[in-house]
């Protein structure tokens, strides 16, 4: 991912250390201080020059690109963390898990889920306008998502600059199997109720993201193209979520239902990932 344009107020040595820090915490999996003491609260600049060079960092390593997230887009979200606009981060090829299946606890740093809406696309938005009848056009199909967050961060202390910087707070996610395209059904539409073993603790609707997924996809496509990686066709685009995130622990199952969509589940057990 290329730095966006323009300069950022915290210097290039700044933009090293934060992304040293993040890393550090990824790669022993103690969480960290916040980066902002670096790069500032609100630097966006900033802030996705150190998630382009952690990203570049997983890309040397091996791992492949496979989506993009759009993190705090529901005002439920941004409330629980304290900021106040979206953002974006990369999804990677090692974060996808299995429908039904099971995550290592010890795989994302104090993870917490949120039921979405996943997309796949199978046009690029790269020209054009992106707009709402572009991006509807490029989406394949949608499909019931859960998304692991996780922070580097401790104790998810995090500004709008240390969650960009962190990859928009990305962990895992988990795709359902009923894939249905947007002639079948209406994103806004959707009624979201997620459970934790068996109990309800998030529901919410489609319109609680940026008051239509479509429109949180259209947000992403603008600013992926400003950044200089625009979407690409087969990607994976996590459009944000439809109610609060909770925290999970090794043990639970995580399920949501999705209406016009069915549900999606993942357990977690105990220790490290492998």
Known sequence: MNEPTGLAAASPSDITAAAERLAGAAASGVSCAP????????????????????????????????GRKIGLTSEAVRRQLGV??????????????????????????????EAEIAFVLRADLAGGPLDAPQVRDAIEYGVAALEICGS???????????????????????????????????PVDVVMSMSIGGAEVSTGTGAACLGD???????LARMARDLGEPLRARQVVLSGALGPMRPVAAGDTVTATLSGL?????????????
């Open 35 to 66: 980066v902002r003491d670096l790069i500032g609260r609100n630097d966006l600049a900033a802030a996705y020059a150190v998630q382009a060079a952690l990203t570049g960092r997983r890309l040397a390593a091996g791992a492949r690109i496979v």
């Open 152 to 186: 580097r961060i401790a104790g998810w202390d995090i500004s709008f600059g240390d969650t960009v910087a962190d990859n928009a707070s990305s962990g895992a996610y988990v795709l359902g199997t009923e894939r249905r395209t947007l002639d079948e059904f209406e």
């Open 84 to 113: 106040d606009q979206p953002d974006l981060g990369v999804l990677f090829d090692d974060m996808a898990y299995a429908d039904g299946g099971t995550i290592p606890i010890g795989r994302v740093l104090q993870p917490r889920a």
């Open 262 to 274: 069915g549900t999606v589940t993942v357990g977690f057990t105990g220790g490290a990932a492998s």
């Open 213 to 219: 997924p479509v429109e949180a996809v259209v947000w």
